[in-house]
């Protein structure tokens, strides 16, 4: 959230004020009428969410370095990717608003992800693919090609993985400055769009030319196709939740009174709506990340400018609604280590039952024959688990 040129020669005011969670946005429509015609609460509109972040002025007590979110979103995105979950963070908002400085400002997450995973004594190894949704087309940014023209790659779906750009090109890196390197190279092959990615509610001028008309044509497309799935995606979320909550009072009613379920209890629920995600190759690519197996942050930018009220009161929109949602991240693991950490479970569990029979002190008839049973478990597992480790 920052002023840019543009915005600073318009000489407008300040609209936008963080409060702890909380943005606050001052209605000027609201402003420019008689105070008799308008409820003071009118005249601002609040909007709240996980943080909320000031970097409009680097001398104001409040504001919020690149570090400081970093330290909030970015670590925790990492360390959530270390564990196995699929992680996806993106950025939103009206051009200008800071939205690329966020994302690729400073190497600091690159340093931090293998930093850590060095220290924990095991060779760091990432891929990196990198990739450009411009008119509703996928190019590689990574791949070198002969050809003049650049080609576009198909976007394919995998019953279990999800959504995958096929032939998109993978990149060994150990280091954070391959990373750098890598995203240097991507940077330098990208578009120079009029509009950034994932840009706001601008709208094309008939004096552009006729490519700038189609490129915002198609953003617009995008960014319609993707307002449309997240705000169908929080209905669902909270239709589920709202059901979910009926199910239990109702099962709660039931087993108080002693009566048997109800076969028209559930009857009347809704059916979920249907989401088009294949509508957008942007939304198709971020089918899992918005309401699927993934651990999913947005982060909204809106400048505080007078001038930008209505993109700023769009993007704010977009970014509750997309608070809405209810993602059901698990952790992706290979079939073989799965197994080997089920059976240690197991392993464990039941040297725990061995420990509590002997603690007991049962009779020896019974006793020596559970004892004889669960230990001779446990030495199978263990004998599972050495076979897997070493066909692996």
């Known amino acids: 959230m920052c002023f840019v040129s543009r915005e600073s020669a318009e000489g407008g005011g300040v609209?936008?004020?963080?409060?702890?969670?909380?943005?606050?946005?001052?209605?000027?429509?609201?402003?420019?009428?008689?105070?008799?015609?308008?409820?003071?609460?009118?005249?601002?509109?609040?909007?709240?969410?996980?943080?909320?972040?000031?970097?409009?002025?680097?001398?104001?007590?409040?504001?919020?370095s690149q570090e400081m979110v970093f330290q909030d979103l970015g670590t925790s995105v990492l360390m959530g990717a270390f564990r196995g979950y699929n992680i996806c963070l993106f950025a939103y908002g009206q051009t200008g608003s800071g939205k690329t400085y966020t994302m690729m400002g400073t190497p600091v997450s690159c340093h931090f992800g293998f930093h850590d995973r060095v220290s924990c004594s095991f060779k760091a190894c990432s891929m990196v693919l990198f990739l450009e949704i411009y008119n509703e087309r996928v190019r590689d940014l990574l791949k070198q090609s002969d050809h003049k023209k650049p080609y576009t790659l198909r976007v394919r779906e995998h019953p279990e993985t999800g959504p995958y750009v096929q032939g998109l090109s993978q990149h060994l890196v150990t280091d954070y400055k391959q990373v750098v390197e890598l995203l240097e190279k991507g940077i330098a092959k990208r578009r120079q769009q009029f509009y950034l990615d994932l840009a706001g509610s601008e709208r094309a001028d008939p004096s552009y030319c006729k490519d700038r008309i189609t490129e915002g044509a198609n953003i617009n497309k995008s960014l319609v196709t993707l307002g449309i799935v997240i705000s169908t995606l929080a209905q669902n979320s909270q239709m589920f939740s709202s059901c979910q909550s009926i199910n239990t009072l109702t099962s709660e009613g039931e087993s108080s009174h002693g009566g048997s379920p109800s076969s028209g209890s559930s009857g009347g629920a809704r059916r979920q709506a249907y989401i088009p995600y294949r509508d957008s190759i942007l939304t198709w690519l971020l089918k899992d990340s918005l309401g699927g197996n993934s651990k999913t942050i947005m982060i909204a930018t809106i400048s505080p400018a007078s001038s930008s009220y209505n993109e700023t009161m769009?993007?704010?929109?977009?970014?509750?609604?997309?608070?809405?949602?209810?993602?059901?991240?698990?952790?992706?693991?290979?079939?073989?280590?799965?197994?080997?950490?089920?059976?240690?479970?197991?392993?464990?569990?039941?040297?725990t039952m061995l420990l509590s029979f002997e603690l007991r002190n049962s009779s020896p008839s019974w006793s020596d024959d559970r004892d004889g049973n669960l230990t001779e478990l446990v030495l199978q597992n263990e004998m599972k688990v050495r076979v897997i480790c070493w066909m692996l």
Do not use: G, H
């Open 15 to 64: 609209i936008v004020e963080v409060d702890d969670k909380v943005a606050k946005v001052r209605n000027i429509k609201a402003d420019s009428r008689p105070d008799s015609t308008w409820d003071s609460r009118e005249k601002i509109v609040a909007f709240s969410f996980d943080y909320c972040y000031w970097s409009v002025d680097p001398e104001d007590p409040k504001y919020a």
């Open 314 to 351: 769009s993007t704010l929109r977009y970014a509750s609604n997309a608070k809405n949602i209810i993602n059901k991240p698990r952790v992706n693991e290979d079939a073989n280590v799965k197994l080997i950490r089920e059976l240690r479970e197991e392993i464990d569990r039941l040297k």
